[in-house]
Every structure is written in structure tokens, then in C-alpha cells.
């Protein structure tokens, strides 16, 4: 080994390629570790579409009626629930006390629901409106890696009053299954730019400062942005479950 010394002494491209395969050794054992892990991960994507609301129906004499009761609002919710993880989630997976279902408040109403996608057949998901009709049960016999399904909701809730709600033994929390690359970037620029800049007419004063601030901000809105679309890569959901079209 003595003869290889002078060498590594002497040769910094050497160096600095053997510190690469280093870097490059510890990623690639992170990624193999990663996906040799077997866990629970259900998560979930939600859109809601507003058919109808009060304040919007101008025309007098217009009545909208379903099962002889008049509706006044309508919105339409699609729901894609599937196991980003590895480890298969069972029927006995959820906790019999707090089942999972999709909750409207009481004094809201569920109108329809229907499944709409099915990824396996063999999962056996079925669902089941409440009586009260405040809720949708949802239930299954197991579901695997990327397997799941896709409902669809007719209720007279606003789209951020019907939540996903129930317990998955071994899972702290069902997440939101699909990242935005501006859930970062966004939020940071309006709780800095967006309460330092003027709203009013601007002044040369106001450019000078508004250009200092954005050179202050351009590196971490540009590591920010680089983040995100990192994630949204990394967390992508597969096509049937983003609820695009």
C-alpha cells in the first residue's frame, strides 16, 4: 500500500473521484435501504368541484330538487385512496372503533357516491353511506403497492369541510399522496415578499429596497423551488390517482 500513497498524495482528480464514489456508495445504500423497507404507507388525493351554490342561482323561479328536496349547493369530490408502501394494508388494519370514511359536519348532507376506479379487483373495496348521511364508509379486504381505488362524492359540504377521517393500526397519519412543487416556494414568498413589498404606487426608494430583497430571497426561493420539484418527482402518484381529467 506504501507505493499508492505518493499517488493519492499527488493526484487531487484522483482524490476528489474517489470522494465521489464515497458520496455515490452512501446514496446508493440510502436508496437500497429505502426500498428493502416493508411499511404501511396508505395516503391519499382529493379535488373538489363546485356544481352548485346559493348565492349563484339568479334566475328567480329556478328550483333544483333531488329525491324531492331542494338542493342549494352541490359539489362534486373525487377521492383516490392506494399504499405508497411496500407492506400490504389489511381489512384488520383498521382500528373497528374509528373506521375510515369520508365526514361531512351534520348539518351537511351526502347526496351520491359511487366508486369509480378499481386498480384489483381482488381488493374488494366497497363503500357505504351512513344513514344520517353524513359519511362514507370506506372497506376492503387488503391493498398492495401502488393498488387502490377512486370514489366519487355528490354532497352539499364546500370542498374543505368533507375530511378523510379513521385509524390504520402501525400508521400515524394518512397524508396527502400527491406534492405540489409550489407547496413550498409559494407560501415562503407570501410570508416574506409579500409583506415586506408595497401594495401602493411605488417610489424609487420602494424599487431600491424591493430590489435588495429580491437578491436577500433569490437563493432560498431558488433552493425552495429546487426542493420541491425534487419531491414532486420523488412522491409522484401514478396517473389513475391524481385525479387529473
Known sequence: MDWLLPY?????????????????????????YWRSRKEKVPVFNIRHFIL?????????????????????????????????GRATVNRNDVAPIDPLRLQVPSECRIIHSAIEYTS??????RICISQDRTRVDIEFDFFHTNEGCTLAVYHTASGRDLTLQ?????????????FEADNLLFPFLDKTLGRI????????????????????????????????????????????YRLED
Do not use: C, Y
Not at 379513521?166 to 400527491?178: C, H, Q
Open 166 to 178: 379513521g385509524t390504520i393500526k402501525g400508521v400515524r397519519s394518512i397524508p396527502r399522496g400527491v
Open 8 to 32: 493519492l498524495k499527488g493526484d487531487p482528480l484522483l482524490n476528489l473521484a474517489f470522494l465521489a464514489l464515497a458520496f455515490a456508495s452512501i446514496g446508493v445504500s440510502f436508496v437500497l
Open 52 to 84: 352548485i351554490r346559493a348565492k349563484q342561482i339568479a334566475l328567480p323561479g329556478l328550483r333544483i330538487t333531488h329525491d324531492g328536496h331542494e338542493l342549494a349547493d352541490l359539489t362534486l369530490t373525487r377521492f383516490a385512496l392506494w399504499n405508497r
Open 120 to 125: 384489483t379487483p381482488a381488493n374488494n373495496f
Open 197 to 240: 413589498l408595497p401594495q401602493r404606487h411605488l417610489k424609487w426608494p420602494h424599487f431600491l429596497i424591493m430590489f435588495a430583497f429580491l437578491v436577500v430571497f433569490m437563493v432560498p426561493a431558488m433552493f425552495l423551488l429546487i426542493v420541491g420539484l425534487g419531491m414532486r418527482i420523488a412522491r409522484r402518484a401514478p396517473d389513475e
